[in-house]
């Protein structure tokens, strides 16, 4: 392979090329040849996507975007709507605090009476941060503005091969991504680079005879594109231990509510211990049990979250008659894919329903 001088012009075109016949068909974007007849994005399904998908897989978003465009057509909707009803939306697709913000990002908005049109007006807003800011300006006015997710700076570093590790080299990564950023076509050029870390510049498996930046990629050059970006080596993830209390009968569970801050904050849950760095004994654990009585253990669960692994022991007890809740409401048996459970729940009621 010839390597082409490194000229940003060059690139940017052959990215925008590229693009235009191998871009990604997704449900709340309009492509180069929708844009040239005349139809703009909505930006409500573009701040929309963006949200959800932060830290989230596009083919994990998609059917919960579509789920909230049919249910909540437009960001009036959405404001009107209960937090419950957006948490219970949302359950299963994790990084909850971004349904808490969802929200109060929508409620602002429509106090304001307009989507906001500058980028320092959209970090102002709950849930935005640099990243979204820009991607949603660009793509909805096509502002040359510098957006870098975890893609494109996997993408800049083969392409300049930065020797410094992550995290240390984000601010060279993006510094390196803006240099590039394409006033022409900005909206274009900012999916654009995302496609490519997405659908060709992989993090195990590049595809590098298909990319079109292959012949100025300096980590290509050194035959080591997954070399890049350089990463120190992670500590092990810390382990925490918890017991749940599934409190069940024929037709109902006992379920609360989650304080509205923190790790599944207003998610809904069954009642448990406090999440420990050392496994409970589950005399010290019944503390935290709704109710007095033989617990019986019907399983255990793993559920890894960004910063460390949870491991609860499921206990379950039929509830005693005419047993009153002091905290928490019956849930129906039946109703239970209506309730904002997250992924965590979910595991312990199929241990022990």
Not at 43 to 50: I, T
Not at 215 to 222: H, S
């Given at each position: 392979?010839?390597?082409?001088?490194?000229?940003?012009?060059?690139?940017?075109?052959?990215?925008?090329?590229?693009?235009?016949?191998?871009?990604?068909?997704?449900?709340?974007?309009?492509?180069?040849?929708?844009?040239?007849?005349?139809?703009?994005?909505?930006?409500?399904?573009?701040?929309?996507?963006?949200?959800?998908?932060?830290?989230?897989?596009?083919?994990?978003?998609?059917?919960?975007?579509?789920?909230?465009?049919?249910?909540?057509?437009?960001?009036?909707?959405?404001?009107?709507?209960?937090?419950?009803?957006?948490?219970?939306?949302?359950?299963?697709?994790?990084?909850?605090?971004?349904?808490?913000?969802?929200?109060?990002?929508?409620?602002?908005?429509?106090?304001?009476?307009?989507?906001?049109?500058?980028?320092?007006?959209?970090?102002?807003?709950?849930?935005?941060?640099?990243?979204?800011?820009?991607?949603?300006?660009?793509?909805?006015?096509?502002?040359?503005?510098?957006?870098?997710?975890?893609?494109?700076?996997?993408?800049?570093?083969?392409?300049?091969?930065?020797?410094?590790?992550?995290?240390?080299?984000?601010?060279?990564?993006?510094?390196?991504?803006?240099?590039?950023?394409?006033?022409?076509?900005?909206?274009?050029?900012?999916?654009?680079?995302?496609?490519?870390?997405?659908?060709?510049?992989?993090?195990?498996?590049?595809?590098?005879?298909?990319?079109?930046?292959?012949?100025?990629?300096?980590?290509?050059?050194?035959?080591?594109?997954?070399?890049?970006?350089?990463?120190?080596?992670?500590?092990?993830?810390?382990?925490?231990?918890?017991?749940?209390?599934?409190?069940?009968?024929?037709?109902?569970?006992?379920?609360?509510?989650?304080?509205?801050?923190?790790?599944?904050?207003?998610?809904?849950?069954?009642?448990?211990?406090?999440?420990?760095?050392?496994?409970?004994s589950l005399a010290d654990a019944l503390t935290f049990a709704p109710c007095v009585g033989p617990?019986?253990?019907?399983?255990?669960?793993?559920?890894?979250?960004?910063?460390?692994?949870?491991?609860?022991?499921?206990?379950?007890?039929?509830?005693?008659?005419?047993?009153?809740?002091?905290?928490?409401?019956?849930?129906?048996?039946?109703?239970?894919?209506?309730?904002?459970?997250?992924?965590?729940?979910?595991?312990?009621?199929?241990?022990?329903?």
């Amino acid at each position: 392979m010839v390597f082409m001088k490194f000229e940003p012009n060059k690139l940017q075109a052959s990215l925008l090329h590229w693009y235009d016949a191998g871009g990604r068909q997704l449900p709340w974007r309009v492509r180069p040849e929708q844009r040239a007849s005349g139809v703009r994005p909505d930006p409500y399904r573009v701040w929309l996507s963006e949200i959800m998908c932060q830290q989230t897989r596009i083919q994990t978003v998609i059917p919960y975007f579509e789920t909230f465009t049919k249910r909540w057509p437009n960001i009036d909707a959405l404001a009107n709507a209960s937090r419950e009803q957006i948490y219970q939306a949302w359950a299963g697709l994790g990084y909850y605090a971004r349904a808490r913000n969802l929200h109060a990002c929508a409620g602002e908005i429509v106090a304001n009476g307009q989507f906001p049109t500058t980028e320092a007006n959209w970090l102002a807003l709950p849930g935005i941060g640099p990243y979204t800011a820009a991607a949603v300006m660009a793509i909805l006015h096509d502002a040359p503005t510098n957006v870098v997710d975890g893609n494109v700076e996997r993408v800049i570093a083969r392409l300049f091969a930065v020797p410094t590790p992550l995290p240390a080299a984000k601010p060279e990564l993006r510094r390196l991504a803006g240099s590039l950023a394409s006033p022409h076509r900005a909206g274009d050029y900012a999916q654009a680079l995302m496609d490519l870390g997405a659908l060709v510049c992989t993090p195990k498996s590049p595809n590098c005879p298909a990319c079109p930046w292959a012949n100025a990629c300096q980590a290509l050059a050194q035959h080591n594109p997954v070399g890049f970006p350089v990463r120190r080596p992670k500590p092990p993830r810390p382990e925490r231990f918890g017991i749940a209390f599934v409190l069940q009968d024929s037709q109902r569970v006992l379920l609360r509510k989650r304080p509205e801050t923190g790790l599944l904050g207003g998610m809904s849950e069954v009642p448990g211990s406090t999440w420990l760095p050392d496994p409970w004994s589950l005399a010290d654990a019944l503390t935290f049990a709704p109710c007095v009585g033989p617990w019986r253990e019907a399983g255990q669960v793993r559920h890894v979250f960004t910063h460390f692994a949870l491991n609860l022991r499921a206990m379950t007890l039929p509830a005693p008659a005419k047993f009153t809740p002091v905290e928490g409401w019956w849930a129906k048996r039946d109703e239970l894919e209506q309730q904002a459970l997250s992924s965590l729940m979910r595991k312990v009621l199929a241990v022990c329903l």
